[in-house]
């Protein structure tokens, strides 16, 4: 009996390393309207292609739910809706349910119950709040469509799971709301937004929480101004409202000096802006890793991803460095560890895969891997 115990022990220790060191990466191709799977094998450091799956025609925000067991895609092509696949255990995925949503959404999310899907409408002006059921289905019925005002982007709800906050790029606002997580309705706190103001059309889009350093002191967020090259550091009140602070530039200042403030993208595309006379700052997603001590942000028209140390006294962000990535970098993920990031390219037929330096936050590249047309999103289950 007592060799069985020790058996089944060293296995269960075997396969928790095993599941330590592996982990499965979904990058959705808006262009080829695939989702391509991969496995990230830690201990060789390397990308293996598992397979390539049909899933729409401008599939590309995706989300993964709580128990790992489910990827949704939003497909930005009408009929709008939320393609749900099944992951198996080894990566593989089985298509399952579509779910029809009331616009092309930019963004989507869970709330931190994993019951609720929250998705955003850049074209449509507004978010709509969706129940998930037992078996993993978006309920077709919202429980909510909130209109915003212009250019809704990016949503999600604050780490306590209170909050709800939707940034408006055209309106250069933070929209902040309670969130009740039994319905899953939101109301609009007071006041009902926060101006990001510094300069005229900054554009904000999404937004990433960083880990309080030991459970204490302020709950920061960091919001990337497409428009303006900006990374604004926001605090958290007890009642859910935001506080703006500074304002820290997006990509090395070498780089930004040739370049000038952006502009709203039109609903037609993202490439028909009429040519200006210097290139036009771009910026597009933001991520932190795990532990609360590096930030990246990607900027598309110079295809850089650029690191910040961020300060565990005040949150304060200080550059690294800018580091050319893939063409017009669009969307990437880090790894649970800290350790590896993972980026995508929009006009580049690969994807990336890096070694973050645990002391600088420097990014190392260490391999690129093949994936279809537009690819935009990245998503890791771990």
């Known amino acids: 009996m007592k060799k069985t115990l020790i058996a089944a022990g060293m296995m269960l220790c075997a396969s928790t390393v095993m599941a330590q060191e592996t982990a499965f990466v979904y990058v959705s191709n808006g262009d080829s309207g695939t989702v391509t799977a991969y496995t990230l094998n830690k201990s060789k450091q390397t990308l293996i292609p598992i397979g390539e799956y049909q899933t729409g025609l401008k599939s590309m925000p995706m989300v993964v739910s709580k128990d790992k067991k489910t990827l949704y895609v939003s497909v930005r092509s009408q009929p709008y809706h939320v393609s749900s696949w099944h992951i198996a255990s080894d990566g593989t995925l089985s298509h399952f349910a579509d779910t029809p949503l009331p616009e ?4 989507i999310a869970l709330d931190k119950t994993g019951r609720f899907l929250l998705s955003s409408s850049y074209g449509g002006d507004l978010f709509s709040i969706n129940r998930i059921a ?24 604050d780490p306590g799971n209170h909050y709800l906050y939707v940034p408006l790029l055209g309106a250069d606002q933070m929209l ?31 937004f990433a929480f960083a880990p309080k350093p030991d459970g204490q002191g302020e709950q920061n967020l960091y919001l990337l101004t497409e428009m303006a090259g900006n990374i604004s ?21 070498a780089i930004a000096r040739t370049m000038q403030r952006g ?3 039109p609903l037609t595309g993202d490439d028909d802006l009429p040519k200006s006379e210097k290139p036009r700052l771009w910026q597009a997603d933001i991520h932190i890793t795990p532990d609360g001590r590096f930030l990246y942000s990607t900027e598309r028209t110079s295809s850089n991803i650029t690191a910040f ?10 550059f690294i460095n800018s580091t050319k990535t893939e063409a017009q970098p669009r969307g990437f993920a880090i790894d649970n560890s800290g350790h590896f990031l993972i980026e ?12 973050i330096n645990q002391a600088s936050g420097k990014l190392n590249l260490l391999e690129r891997a093949p994936t279809g047309k537009g690819a935009n999103w990245v998503t890791i289950v771990e």
């Open 104 to 107: 092309a959404m930019a963004y």
């Open 134 to 157: 037992n078996d993993g289905k978006v309920e077709s019925a919202p429980v909510q469509v909130v209109h915003t005002g212009k250019r809704a982007h990016s949503i999600q709800t």
């Open 176 to 206: 902040q709301y309670r969130f009740d997580s039994q319905s899953g309705k939101v109301t609009a706190n007071t006041p009902a937004f926060v101006n990001i103001q510094r300069e005229a059309a900054t554009g904000p889009r999404h």
């Open 233 to 253: 550091r926001l605090t958290l009140n007890k009642d859910g409202t935001l506080n703006e602070h500074e304002a820290t530039p997006s990509l090395d200042p």
């Open 263 to 265: 502009e709203a993208r």
């Open 309 to 318: 140390h961020i300060s565990p006294d005040d949150g304060h962000l200080s």
């Open 344 to 355: 995508s390219g929009q006009k580049s037929t690969q994807v990336a895969l890096y070694a």
